[in-house]
């Protein structure tokens, strides 16, 4: 039958073996498969852990064994942090941060108990006395889900677009492309097309990557606006 985000999706959102799968398919699908150098070597997850003093839980490091040295995946507007960049802060292991540094993502040292922890995420704010680690997916392995997704729309100049999204036309978005079943605690949600993934950024912000230059240039034709790269 072959990949379908869609479909292949809801089981891999609740079985971490089903997460890595889904990741490789998605990666091959869209042209950019996985090969055998692409993880982080034991070495370096065995070093992270002597600094840090502490066992990653078994997600973590698979995840990191299947493409941390992709950043073309995980990495192309927010960063996975490197095992040597990982680091404990206000009670929680820090793997991930935005790009102009508005938000951390961690996992609770509390939950360190679980091959497959929550992820929880904090905002930089003004008053730091009011930040706290709030619920971002019940799953490391979700986690890991969204950031493939989410960091996909954010690929090349030739494969992938974006422009703000005027009113309604974030329903309009539901209306004619099939959601992706992800359950988003940002609000972001994504659709699928043809040949295509989209996020809406929580509503007012629409990103899009294709599988190729010519279906971009079809989607964008299909939903017109000012598009940052045409």
Same mark, same amino acid.
């Given at each position: ?101 508005? #938000?951390?993502? =961690? /996992?609770? +040292?509390? $939950?360190? !108990? @679980? &091959?497959?922890?929550? *992820?929880?995420? %904090? ?68 659709? #699928?097309?043809? =040949? /295509?993934? +989209?996020? $809406?950024? !929580? @509503? &007012?912000?629409?990103? *899009?990557?294709? %599988? ?19």
């Amino acid at each position: 039958m072959g990949f379908d985000i869609v479909r292949d999706l809801p089981p891999a959102l609740h079985d971490r073996a089903a997460a890595w799968t889904f990741i490789r398919e998605f990666a091959a699908g869209w042209g950019l498969p996985l090969g055998g150098e692409d993880g982080t070597p034991e070495a370096e997850l065995a070093e992270a852990e002597g600094r840090l003093a502490l066992r990653l839980p078994a997600a973590v490091r698979e995840a990191y064994a299947l493409f941390g040295r992709r950043p073309d995946l995980h990495s192309n507007l927010d960063t996975l942090l490197s095992p040597g960049e990982l680091a404990v802060e206000h009670g929680a292991l820090v793997f991930r941060e935005e790009n102009q540094g508005a #938000a951390l993502w =961690g /996992v609770l +040292l509390d $939950d360190f !108990g @679980g &091959d497959d922890p929550p *992820v929880h995420v %904090r905002q930089d704010l003004a008053d730091k006395y009011a930040e706290l680690w709030e619920p971002w997916t019940d799953r490391f392995s979700a986690a890991v889900l969204e950031i493939i997704l989410s960091e996909a729309t954010q690929g090349p100049e030739e494969l992938c677009d974006a422009r703000g999204l005027g009113p309604g036309e974030d329903d309009e978005l539901a209306r004619r492309f099939a959601l992706v079943p992800f359950p988003s605690e940002s609000g972001q949600n994504f659709y #699928a097309a043809p =040949g /295509v993934l +989209l996020s $809406d950024g !929580g @509503g &007012d912000w629409l990103s *899009v990557r294709a %599988r190729d230059p010519d279906t971009l240039d079809r989607f964008r034709a299909l939903f017109p606006g000012d598009w940052v790269n045409a």
